[in-house]
């Protein structure tokens, strides 16, 4: 216990913490973004996946990390518009949709990989991001460490927050999205274009979804693997539900997934006389708890799930 309470230890846990939260704070951003507008986007987990497999060959052949992280955006958005093609266009079932890309981006993913790689005894590894350390903040004692001297795509993240936040709540824009996902037919009335909304946000959501994927890949490990995601995904659809479709609230579902992530990897190093998998089931049932809670009061928007055909109106 006394090594719990130390400040590397505590430092430490809350710099890992901030790491473990940024590809699901990513991937809760963008999937909310296509909720709002009425949109379940199951195929977050294919297309992170893409994500971080296109970064990292893209990485790999270019020597660019940036390019890695623009190359993850537009093949997530690529995959969105493809999702938006199939569920808003077409009117198909957005679980099946979601799904059906889920399961082709993970086929796409390992044959691609294996097509530009083969397959080496030890796979190829990339120069990952460097952590860039806030003047002054840096400094500050447990803290600076802990927030402040993180990977770029960290700050990324967290800047999103209040960013996605004010452009749903604040702007016009956002209200457009709103309305799509609450009442298509009456932002239809009001002349929005529900579907280039709803195509939009899932464009949008689709790139932040990739680039969630390029930070396991170019920033949190230096390598592929065709489980790299690990279901954060999926864990990014429980905190869109855990935050009531909020930025903010979805964004701490994430930071407290990665703290139990990052404390159960941490306790796991202290030689507790406990199995292992007792420690990784850790942050899995906590949110699945945390889900039944908040469950019953969660407020999804109106029209998610739901197609919409103009023809319909009137």
């Known amino acids: 216990m006394e090594q719990v309470l130390t400040l590397t230890f505590i430092t430490g846990l809350l710099a890992a913490m901030m790491r473990m939260a940024t590809?699901?704070?990513?991937?809760?951003?963008g999937e909310i973004l296509s909720e709002r507008a009425g949109v379940l986007n199951l195929g977050i987990e294919g297309i992170m996946l893409m994500g971080a497999m296109t970064g990292f060959?893209?990485?790999?052949?270019?020597?660019?990390?940036?390019?890695g992280v623009a190359a993850a955006a537009l093949i997530g958005a690529l995959l969105a518009l493809?999702?938006?093609?199939?569920?808003?266009?077409?009117?198909?079932?957005?679980?099946?949709?979601?799904?059906?890309?889920?399961?082709?981006?993970?086929?796409?993913?390992m044959f691609i990989y294996r097509l530009s790689v083969g397959s080496p005894v030890n796979p190829p590894t990339v120069r990952p991001f460097t952590q860039m350390a806030i003047p002054f903040l840096s400094e500050?004692?447990?803290?600076?460490?802990?927030?402040?001297t993180?990977?770029?795509?960290v700050y990324w993240a967290f800047l999103l927050i209040p960013a996605l936040w004010i452009l749903l709540y604040r702007t016009t824009w956002g209200l457009a999205i709103r309305t799509v996902g609450e009442n298509p037919l009456a932002a239809d009335t009001v002349g929005i274009n529900v579907n280039l909304v709803r195509?939009?946000?899932?464009?949008?959501?689709?790139?932040?979804?990739g680039i969630g994927g390029a930070f396991l890949t170019l920033a949190h490990q230096n390598m592929f693997l065709?489980?790299?995601?690990?279901?954060?995904?999926?864990?990014?659809?429980?905190?869109?539900?855990?935050?009531?479709?909020?930025?903010v609230r979805g964004a701490a579902g994430a930071l407290i997934f990665g703290f139990l992530d990052a404390l159960q990897l941490r306790l796991q190093g202290l030689g507790f006389n406990i199995p292992f998998h007792l420690f990784l089931l850790i942050?899995?049932?906590?949110?699945?708890?945390?889900?039944?809670?908040?469950?019953?009061?969660?407020?999804?928007?109106?029209?998610?799930l739901k197609p919409y055909r103009r023809e319909e109106k009137g």
């Open 150 to 153: 993180q990977y770029t795509l």
């Open 57 to 67: 060959l893209t990485t790999l052949s270019t020597g660019s990390l940036w390019l």
């Open 82 to 109: 493809f999702m938006a093609f199939l569920a808003v266009y077409l009117g198909l079932s957005q679980h099946v949709s979601g799904l059906g890309i889920t399961l082709f981006s993970t086929g796409l993913a």
């Open 283 to 304: 942050p899995y049932l906590m949110t699945v708890v945390a889900l039944v809670s908040v469950s019953r009061r969660a407020a999804a928007p109106a029209g998610l």
């Open 23 to 29: 590809p699901i704070i990513f991937g809760t951003l």
């Open 199 to 209: 195509t939009l946000c899932l464009a949008a959501g689709g790139a932040l979804m």
């Open 140 to 148: 500050l004692p447990v803290v600076g460490p802990a927030f402040f």
């Open 226 to 247: 065709i489980d790299v995601v690990g279901g954060r995904g999926w864990i990014s659809i429980a905190m869109v539900i855990f935050g009531n479709w909020d930025p």
